[in-house]
């Protein structure tokens, strides 16, 4: 049986290998796709989200725009994580405007509430649409079978700043109101998916290549002049986004690969045996002089507040780089 999932997104270069992801799934049943400012404005988010699940195939999913900025402050993008338009070297074939007429917010509550108990919600972006959408339906976490939440670091470095991971970054305010949502609601707890895991799924130029070999294409993705816009192709959109995000974990990071953090949290949120989780109390700062946005785990029980979230402290990331490998590949055949 399938599990009928809805993804919150800032499309984004991983947020568009997790939608791929999720459509080569077969145990996802993908019932559409919020969108949030974040890696890039909201308009920017919904054409590169409507783009790439066309590009898979997938103009029926419900492409819905949500908030364009943060709760309570200014928006902040990151172009040098994601290029400017959000698609890396990408440039996909601008899809009709397809658009939904709802709001993302309504797309997530409407779902929710015609099937409660049913639907997972994956957050792979700022914390905005679910912190609104929980502002205007307070059972959402109750109607919801379960919210997944990339996002936040605990045990490790941030990416944004010493501190912080890049969603909380965005708007700490619409976090914290979602995990103090969690400790209230009598819900199954979010799995969070922080740095901590997702960073250890370092995507490299070989699994790049058998994802190609896998869908019958040929892998001239390490060189850029051999590279290059063949608009409506699958491949070419993968290799010309994936080329930028390496260049960008090379410079940032130090390896010619990618941490592919998005995908990782889909696939976790349908498979639990890639995770190993600790339930705990998670609170952020909004705060701070240094650190605002911080993602703060309550490990050992000081504050004596019941527990919001299931934070992943250890995953399978070999098992899951290989099913993306081989999932994408599979597209891949399936749409050349
Ligand atoms: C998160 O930040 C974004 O840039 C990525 O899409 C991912 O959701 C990782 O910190
Ligand atoms: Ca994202």
């Known amino acids: 049986m399938s599990v009928p999932v809805l993804l919150d997104v800032d499309t984004g270069i991983d947020d568009s290998l997790a939608l791929l992801y999720a459509v080569a799934s077969p145990e996802i ?6 969108c949030v400012a974040g890696n890039v404005p909201l308009d920017a988010v919904v054409s590169n989200t409507a783009a790439v699940l066309d590009l898979a195939g997938r103009c029926d999913v419900e492409t819905a725009p949500g908030c364009d900025r943060p709760m309570a402050r200014p928006l902040k993008t990151t172009p040098e994580t994601h290029g400017p338009t959000g698609t890396g070297h990408a440039m996909p074939a601008a899809s009709p ?5 709802r709001s993302g917010i309504d797309l997530v509550i409407d779902t929710a509430r015609s099937r409660p108990g049913e639907v997972t919600l994956v957050a792979l972006g700022p914390l905005t649409n679910v912190a609104v959408a929980l502002d205007r339906e307070p059972r959402l976490l109750t109607l919801l079978d379960r919210l997944v939440i990339m996002g936040g670091c605990f045990g490790v470095a941030g990416n944004t700043a010493p501190r912080t991971e890049w969603n909380t970054h965005v708007d700490p305010e619409a976090a914290r109101a979602v995990f103090a949502a969690a400790g209230r609601g009598a819900c199954n707890l979010p799995l969070v998916m922080p740095l901590d895991v997702t960073e250890q799924a370092r995507l490299l130029p070989h699994h790049v290549a058998r994802m190609a070999e896998i869908g019958g294409e040929s892998m001239e993705f390490l060189d850029p002049l051999l590279a290059g816009p063949e608009a409506g192709r699958l491949m070419s959109f993968i290799t010309d986004a994936l080329r930028f995000y390496m260049e960008f974990h090379q410079r940032y990071d130090g390896f010619y690969g990618a941490f592919v953090h998005d995908p990782f949290a889909v696939a976790a949120a349908v498979d639990p045996s ?38 992943a402290v250890a995953a399978r990331a070999d098992v899951f780089l290989e099913r993306l490998v081989v999932r994408l590949g599979g597209l891949l055949r399936s749409r050349p």
């Open 29 to 34: 049943d993908l019932l559409g796709a919020s």
């Open 97 to 101: 405007d397809r658009s939904s007429e």
């Open 274 to 311: 890639l995770v190993t989780t600790v339930e705990t109390t998670v609170d952020v700062e909004t705060a701070g002089e240094l650190t605002t946005g911080e993602t703060v785990a309550d490990f050992r029980d000081s504050w004596g507040r019941p527990p919001n979230a299931a934070v």
